[in-house]
DNA sequence: CGTCGATATGCAATTTATTGCACAGACAAA
DNA sequence: TTTGTCTGTGCAATAAATTGCATATCGACG
């Protein structure tokens, strides 16, 4: 249940409403933990009936009011007991490396074109990332203990997104070369998963 | 609704029961797709019903029986058909990294044990991952179209391993590291979400 | 002798997540 | 003038994933 902590989380510097911490998810939080608008509302309704978050009704003229949620005490403690618990493994899916446990001859083409377009992806993901590292965090060391776990979460991106268009590099050299003459000397290798 | 189409590659060798895709699934495919066994038999009758594996069952004395599930043509027929498609972005959760959002003096200790830990299962991993790749793909470039495609679900897994394990290395740097003297010169960094 | 892990398959309940839609005003572009 | 996007909140239905349990036999361990 880190949906709950994500979003209490969140809220742990200043009040926000579901529609902000929607915005908020998809640029940091989001990164690691995916979360659409519809699960924020839902979730703040039930952590606001479990006395974790606080309402506040934002009368607006010109568009419509906002509900704005803060953190109670016992939000607060709630958190506190989280950090203290067994983090849950984590867990990564890519469709497109399932994708390739297909691979052959006559899908090569359709394949290549998705690895492109991953490649693509990854590219825009890590100047974003990059950017923002830039402009807010300069050097690491001189953050606050708080301002410091969210860097170190930047940072993580920024690594991954590294590491994947490295990957997507290799991979279209690979798909595309076509097939080596057999090995020489040494016998080939036994067939594996 | 991918995890039909992780069952029905990994049928594209050879046949296999439940309970063999469940391990296959643990070492190989699961690595990007996590599934439990549950969801594999579920998905098997499922498959079944719309004809696009074959079962068979094959009766064992001094143990259970098995249920062995082959692709049909159909199935076939379906793979080619979602490789054509557009394939889902990739996600990822870290539940470590929603608690670094966090960090303070107060909570450093679990959060640095908690990392500790995360550092110990991505060395185990990673360590699992080169044991495979050096018994089974030596030089890439000689293998044919299908394994390939399976080296470089392996390959994703070593880069992401070995990544991670040196983002450990610099998140245990940086949070045991006491909070530096404030910056000389240029004015601080604003501060960010 | 009892317990535990491996083999082998599965049901049922619950929790989470996704998808599609609804309302409603403001403002910009075609 | 219609279309589309942004702000803002939310319901309802379905799909997917998790958790807990059930059954049954073998062999190993203590």
């Known amino acids: 249940m880190a949906l709950s902590h994500a979003i209490l ?8 409403s579901g529609y ?5 998810f998809d640029q940091t939080v989001g990164f690691f933990w995916p979360v659409s608008h519809q699960q924020i509302y839902q979730e703040l309704h039930k952590l606001a009936a479990a ?7 934002v009368t607006q003229s010109e568009r419509p009011n906002r509900i704005v949620y803060e953190l109670t005490d016992e ?20 469709e497109l490396l399932v994708k390739l446990f297909a691979l052959d001859e006559h899908n090569r083409d359709d394949l290549l074109a998705e690895i492109r377009s991953r490649r693509q992806l990854h590219a825009e993901r890590l100047a ?22 969210r860097y170190l979460g930047l940072r993580m991106g ?36």
């Open 75 to 94: 939000g607060r403690r709630a958190l506190d007991q989280w950090l203290t618990e067994p983090t849950e493994p984590p867990t990564f899916k890519e």
């Open 9 to 16: 989380v969140s809220l742990l510097d200043r009040a926000h």
């Open 128 to 149: 974003r990332y990059e950017a923002i590292m830039a402009e807010h965090y300069p050097q690491p060391e001189a953050l606050n203990a708080r301002r410091r776990g």
């Open 158 to 193: 920024i690594l991954t997104e590294r590491t994947t268009l490295a990957w997507c590099d290799e991979a279209l050299a690979l798909v595309a070369l076509p097939k080596a003459a057999a090995a020489v000397g040494s016998g080939r290798p036994r067939p594996a998963d």
């Open 51 to 57: 006395g974790r978050v606080r309402a506040e009704t």
């Open 20 to 24: 902000d911490l929607a915005k908020r």
